[in-house]
Each structure stands twice: as C-alpha cells, then as structure tokens.
C-alpha cells in the first residue's frame, strides 16, 4: 500500500534555481495539501486541491506553484530559490473531512 | 482566522504512565473538528484521534482519549499506558465543519517516554 509517495526525500539547491517537489497518492482522493514544517512552528499550508484541475493558495503560497492535473498527481513547483524556502515540505491527501494521510516529507536546504 | 495553541513544546513521562498534552484553539464558529496527529521520529505524520464539536461524548481510540472543553475552547490529549512506541511529536489541528478542509496546527509537542 503505498498511500502519499513523495520525491525527492532530500535535496539541496543553490539560491536562484527551480525544481519540483512530486507527489502522488494511491487513494483517489479529491482533496490534496502541499504543507511547510519549519522548526517551532508547526505546519504552515503553502496550497491545496479540491480536485483535478482545481488548485487554490493556502497560507504561505509566494514562491511556489502547484498544478492538479490528474487525481493522483499534485507537484510543487519552487521557482527562483531562496533561503527562506529551507524547510521540510510534507504532501497530504484526503477524502474524509480532516483525516489527511501524509507522505514523508521533502527535506529541501537552498544554500 | 482560527489559531491553535499547544503550549508545551516538550512533555515526559514514564513509560507505563499517563500523559495529558494541552491544546487550545480560537474560532468563531459552533461547528467545526479538532484532530490529534502523531509525527515519529521517522517523519510519516499519522492521525490518532478525531472529535467532531456537534458531539458531546469524548472520542476515544485504545490507549488515546481527549478531553474536549467546548466551552473553554480546550481540547487535550491523554495517552494512558505510555509506551517506547508513543514517543514523537503531537499535532493539535483544527477544520471548519464547512468549506474547503483546510487544518490548522499547532506548533506540536514533542513528547518523551522514560524507561
């Protein structure tokens, strides 16, 4: 059962460059979470889905970029790298209120 | 906005003890859903329990209880017979009963078991 897959588990980006944090999940579940965990300070919602080809900004959403372009599917897009994007970034999905299942986090450093 | 509170960062207990983690939280609203998460060592963040405000009688979940204060806004965590297992970080989190899903967290705390 693999549940909420994320990739990459670690990666370091030197400030001003892109990637993509991927997730997918297995459940087909609507709802999908893309959250920041800095420490102390809890998580911190960055954007979510309500569905396929439906995105909306959380919290925290400057700096980022997500797509929904299939059920199983929710990348996250950091564009022009910066330090204060250095976190542990957690995909989740859900179908029933508030039950999110997560995936194991994206530990991302930009020196 | 609602705001989650957990006001210790850090709690201990003996193993086979009982624990109690605090949570308070602020919203306007009569209808909504608080939410215990566990986050181990190994990262993976996992639900523990679940109380719906509209119902009065605590959840319970085996060896995890809550003890839900509506009134005073209070929603605390007691884990009875504590185990090596149990060791990890605790999410407090709070949804609207309407809308989008949305959760709140709170800062966590990190709770220890002593052998």
Same mark, same amino acid.
């Given at each position: ?41 809890? $998580? ?31 990348? $996250?897009?950091?564009? $022009? ?31 | ?115």
């Amino acid at each position: 059962n693999a549940g909420v897959t994320q990739t990459p588990k670690f990666r370091i980006l030197k400030i001003g460059q892109s990637m993509t944090l991927q997730c997918t999940q297995d459940m087909n579940h609507n709802y999908m979470y893309w959250y920041r965990q800095d420490p102390g300070m809890g $998580l911190k919602l960055i954007y979510y889905s309500v569905g396929a080809g439906i995105t909306d900004k959380g919290e925290v959403p400057n700096g980022y970029n997500v797509s929904r372009s299939t059920t199983e599917d929710f990348p $996250l897009r950091l564009e $022009l790298a910066a330090p204060s994007q250095t976190s542990v970034y957690f995909c989740a999905s859900s179908l029933t209120p508030g039950e999110l299942f997560f995936g194991e986090g994206s530990r991302l450093t930009v020196l | 906005a609602q705001t989650v509170t957990q006001s210790q960062p850090e709690m201990s207990v003996q193993e086979a003890e009982t624990v109690t983690l605090s949570c308070t939280y602020d919203t306007s609203e009569s209808d909504y859903y608080l939410f215990w998460y566990k986050q181990p060592p190994s990262r993976q963040m996992i639900l523990v329990i679940r109380q719906e405000a509209y119902k009065q009688q605590n959840a319970t979940e085996n060896r995890f209880s809550v003890n839900f204060q509506k009134a005073a806004k209070s929603f605390s965590l007691k884990i009875s017979d504590s185990q090596l297992g149990d060791a990890a970080m605790y999410f407090c989190a709070y949804r609207s009963a309407g809308g989008n899903e949305k959760l709140t967290f709170g800062t966590g705390t990190r709770l220890t078991i002593i052998p």
